[in-house]
């Protein structure tokens, strides 16, 4: 527990990123696991790295350095209704201040920026447990809350509250602004050491990629400035009792990326059973989201319904974790748009996400939540607040 370990300080280039001038993502899409240092009681203190890092500007590049310490969470300042997670499961987290006054501060507000390194998971937002959501926070929900297809859908086509249970229970949420999309996340941070049965990855990751920049009706290489919100979700305990079978053998296909045939008009067609993954996004208070007819109207063409996610997912594998994400990015251009219309205004609402895997035939109903969670009134408009996730290549950096 109060062991200090030492580490030698790791190069890292970091390139300001400059107006009008697009960057490839240079990033790899490794399936290999991320190594996850030390077990769930270890906790790494009083460590300082130095860093020197080399920032370019348009005629010049100047040397600054980069002073990497231990975040520091002070319990007075979290509402007494918010669990600070530090102390439950994580590893360590580093943050990145910049010396320089205007390479690295926050274009809104002069706020300064914060950089993070391989941080541990979930301890960006808190975790609330009280009935009155606390603003920032993330809550638990029921799988109930989501209404998805009935036993008797593919005769009334009617849908009800789906089972109560869920394989997946959420641990911890994070937001992180990115200079360019980040995929396969769990590589660039700490994760928990969470057992499960062998049968089903004992972690479950989803990461949202959500554009800061305006929609454009031609999406071109569809990446720019980003924010993940990434979150962590593990297995249940009584997963094997409470689950079915049929739902349990439907995770597994997912996960390991079976194909399955799929009647057409003509002929039948060989498709990945992952197409199936279902999202479902549902505002609790849209009151407070609207201003006029045109947003309700389009608030509610999506509100609570699911929507396949294809083809604007990925999936990664790791030795313990499987990893979903969500690039909104690629969405159609009207829900771009939407985004941009409501961004704004999130921080004032309250929002039930939750993952499923659509059913096709008779034995695979009733539809059943595959993972959930509560977002109370986090603000996706970045003044300085959310910090910068960093990745480091082997080759070069994105940034």
């Not at 407070?288 to 389009?298: A, G, H, I, W």
């Not at 695979?364 to 977002?375: D, I």
Request: with cysteine; hydrophobic share 35%; aromatic share 8%.
């Amino acid at each position: 527990m109060g062991a200090c370990v030492s580490t030698p300080a790791i190069p890292i280039k970091m390139r300001r990123k400059l107006p009008g001038r697009p960057r490839k993502y240079h990033g790899k899409n490794s399936k290999s696991a991320s190594k996850i240092n030390g077990d769930a009681g270890s906790m790494v203190t009083d460590i300082e790295f130095v860093h020197k890092t080399t920032t370019c500007r348009r005629s010049e590049c100047s040397n600054s350095k980069v002073h990497v310490t231990q975040m520091q969470w002070h319990h007075s300042q979290i509402d007494a209704n918010v669990l600070c997670q530090e102390d439950a499961w994580f590893d360590t987290v580093s943050i990145f201040e910049s010396d320089s006054d205007d390479e690295f501060s926050s274009v809104n507000g002069g706020a300064p920026r914060k950089y993070l390194l391989r941080p541990r998971a979930g301890l960006i937002v808190p975790h609330c447990t009280e009935e009155k959501p606390t603003v920032g926070s993330w809550s638990e929900i029921e799988p109930s809350i989501f209404k998805l297809r009935s036993s008797s859908f593919f005769i009334d086509k009617k849908k009800s509250p789906a089972p109560n249970v869920s394989p997946y229970t959420p641990i911890g949420v994070d937001l992180f602004l990115c200079p360019r999309k980040i995929h396969h996340i769990a590589q660039h941070v700490e994760l928990p050491s969470v057992k499960g049965d062998g049968k089903l990855p004992p972690l479950l990751i989803v990461n949202i990629q959500l554009p800061t920049y305006p929609a454009q009706m031609f999406i071109g290489d569809a990446d720019g400035e980003s924010l993940s919100l990434v979150v962590y979700f593990k297995i249940s305990e009584t997963t094997e009792k409470d689950v079915s079978p049929q739902f349990l053998e439907s995770i597994k296909k997912l996960i390991d990326d079976d194909m399955e045939k799929v009647k057409g008009f003509a002929k039948d067609s060989i498709v990945p059973f992952r197409e199936r993954l279902k999202i479902m996004v549902g505002a609790v208070n849209p009151e407070d989201l609207v201003s006029s007819s045109t947003e309700r109207k389009l608030l509610n063409s999506y509100n609570e319904k699911p929507v396949l996610s294809r083809p604007q997912h990925s999936f990664y594998e790791g030795s313990n974790y499987f990893e979903i994400d969500l690039d909104i990015h690629r969405f159609s251009y009207i829900a771009r748009r939407g985004l941009d219309a409501f961004r704004d205004r999130l921080q004032h609402g309250i929002l039930d996400l939750g993952l499923t895997i659509q059913a096709q035939k008779p034995e695979e109903l009733p539809e059943q939540v595959l993972a959930c969670v509560r977002l109370n009134k986090i603000d996706f408009v970045d003044n300085g607040q959310i910090p910068t996730l960093l990745s480091i290549e082997e080759d070069n950096c994105s940034y």
